[in-house]
Structure formats: C-alpha cells, structure tokens
C-alpha cells in the first residue's frame, strides 16, 4: 500500500504556506489528522523514516526516494531509468513487513534555491535546516519545519537522513561513534567508508562551536533513534552512480530493520573519524591541489597536499600539508579560496571498531 499527504510545514510572512509532501509504504498509512497528515501503523512493524533535501541543493537524495517508489509502487514514470524488468524483480510496497515514511523534499525553502541554507531574510535564528532539531513548534521558520517533520520521524525504529557532497567528496556514511545500532545501520547501507562521529562529553569543542547538537542524526540518536547520515556524490546534479548507491543503501537498511527479507551485504569498509583532521587555508588566494591527490587516496602526515597562491603576483602563499595520516575524503577543486577555508578534508582512521 502506498499513501502520501500534503504537509504544510510553516508559513511565509505573506502568510503562503511552505508545503512538501509526505508518502508512507506498506502497513501504515497517512490519515488526516486535525492538524495535518499523521501517521497509522497498525500492528508492531518497525517504522523507517528516510528524507532527503533538508540542504536544497543536494538532490541525489531526492531521485533515490523517487526510485524507491517506482520499485515499491510500479509506476515508474518514462525517463525515471527504472525498467519494467527491474520493477518486476524488486520489492514491491505490499512486501515490506512495516512502514517505510519519506520526505522526498525536507526543505522546499533551500529547495528552490538550489541553495545549502535560506537568506537571513528567512530564518536569522537558524538558516541551517540540519542544526535545529527537534525543532520548535513557535520558533523560527526552520525550526517550526523540524518540528513538523520530528513528528513523523520520532516515530521511526530507525532513520536515514540523506545528503549529497560534491565531486570533491568521497561517498561516505555517517554515524554516531560508540552506538552499536548506527554502526550496524551504517553497515547496512554499505558505503566503502564509514564516518564515526562523536557527540555530547565525547565531542571535540569544534564540533560543539559548529551547532552539531542540532542535527538530525544527534536529536535522533539521543532519542534512541538508530540514525545515519549517507553522503553521497555530487550536489546540484543527479548522478545514476550515486542514485543507484542510494537505493541499494536503503534497500540494505530496510533488510535490516526487518522490512523486507533477507541480509544486506557483508560490509567490509574503512572506519575513521568525522569531522577533526581539515588542512585550512592560511590566506586568501587560488588553490591548486597536487595532481595525483583523489578523494579516497591516503596520505600521511605533512604530506603535501596542494598549494595556495597569490593570484596577482603568483607568490606562494601556503604550501598545504596534512595535518594527520588519514583518508583525503574531500578535496576542494574550486580554486578560488578564503582564509579559514578547508582545502583538504582528512579522516583519521580508526582500527578495531
């Protein structure tokens, strides 16, 4: 069975309502409820939430929900890239022993502009959708939108949360380091590398300066919500590559929740940590990373990794070096950076976990 809604998520200052839609697979439904859809799940199937889009601009996320509901509804639209022969193979909505809840579009805000956050304009409390959760029924605009999507996602058993990176990024997953259950959900969706990210007295005072707190994942996971956060390739653009990880990752994740039959995959990854090891830009200028630098490669520490110049007078400004052994996972290739810019994201790997 497949059922979605209209969900008015906040309201413009012009009083136009900012609306995405809701859909739900299997064994619950979307009833209309007094103030809104709401979710009936008969029975003790887990419940999965997955959402995508909360940063506008990453839309990969987007196509995988959309592929994921021409398997799980046969109704692939023409051009979708989903052939009969693979909708006949694949699951269908009345396999799933559950309820898989989606929001293909979490933010219509940044949505429409094609953008990571909304103008000061919108939201001068909180233009990161990703840094407010559980949200506030009365607060600010995304922080009244979190609050309206918690309501469906604090129901789930388990939650992905997907997002996209860039050409510059290695396709990763992230989880909250030291949870067993987010670890296993991050191996079910089965990207090479895992990102293990530390929270709460464990985090790192960087990570608590950058308003981490607020993530989905975070608010979640302290629920006890098993969360994960897959990053997958390319912003702006849909990738096939990346669209096909998404499905098969979430596939995986509804295997192991219990959702449809069978295991996902072994998984036999990378583990590092998320978030720590950043070569920073000392000045302001144009760089230029070494030519055989790829995202996924290992370096080591001082490695070089690149170099910023001046582009007026051509005089070497910093000669960029790793700051740790680890996993170059980004690597910038706009050239045009400012000071304090990252240049060079590296994962400090971790051994035994």
């Not at 991050?186 to 007295?201: I, K, M, Q, Y």
């Not at 005072?205 to 996971?221: D, H, I, Q």
């Not at 690149?306 to 007078?313: I, L």
Request: aromatic share 4%; net charge negative.
């Amino acid at each position: 069975m497949h059922t979605s809604r209209t969900l008015t998520l906040a309201r413009l200052p012009s009083g136009v309502p900012i609306r995405t839609t809701v859909h739900a697979y299997g064994e619950g439904r979307l009833v209309d409820g007094d103030d809104g859809p709401v979710l009936d799940a008969p029975g003790d199937g887990p419940v999965v939430y997955a959402q995508a889009a909360q940063h506008g601009r990453e839309v990969n996320g987007t196509a995988v929900l959309r592929r994921l509901h021409d398997r799980l509804t046969g109704d692939a639209a023409e051009g979708s890239g989903t052939g009969d022969a693979e909708r006949a193979d694949g699951p269908s909505a009345a396999d799933l022993d559950g309820t898989l809840v989606t929001v293909p579009v979490a933010d219509p805000l940044t949505f429409d502009r094609a953008s990571y956050t909304t103008p000061e304009s919108l939201d001068s409390r909180q233009p990161n959708m990703n840094r407010c959760w559980p949200g506030d029924p009365e607060g600010s605009l995304h922080e009244r939108m979190a609050s309206r999507l918690w309501a469906f996602a604090s129901e789930a058993d388990a939650i992905v949360d997907l997002h996209t990176g860039s050409p510059s990024m290695a396709t990763h997953t992230v989880y909250m380091r030291g949870d067993d259950a987010c670890r296993g959900l991050a191996e079910a969706f089965g990207t090479d590398l895992l990102l293990a990210e530390a929270a709460g007295d464990d985090a790192d005072t960087e990570w608590a300066e950058r308003g981490f707190a607020g993530k989905l994942r975070v608010a979640a996971t302290r629920e006890g919500i098993p969360t994960i956060t897959p990053e997958l390739a390319h912003s702006k653009e849909i990738v096939p590559g990346a669209v096909e990880t998404g499905v098969a990752g979430t596939l995986g994740v509804l295997r192991r929740e219990g959702l449809l039959g069978g295991e996902p995959d072994p998984w036999d990854g990378v583990v590092a940590r998320n978030h720590l090891g950043r070569v920073i830009a000392d000045d302001s200028g144009l760089f230029v990373p070494e030519p055989d630098l790829a995202v996924g490669d290992r370096v080591a520490a001082g490695e070089r990794v690149g170099e910023v110049f001046d582009p007026t007078t051509f005089e070497t400004l910093q000669v960029a070096r790793a700051d740790r052994d680890g996993i170059a996972y980004s690597v910038a290739r706009e050239a045009t950076v400012t000071a304090g810019a990252t240049l060079v994201g590296v994962a400090e790997r971790i051994d035994g976990e």
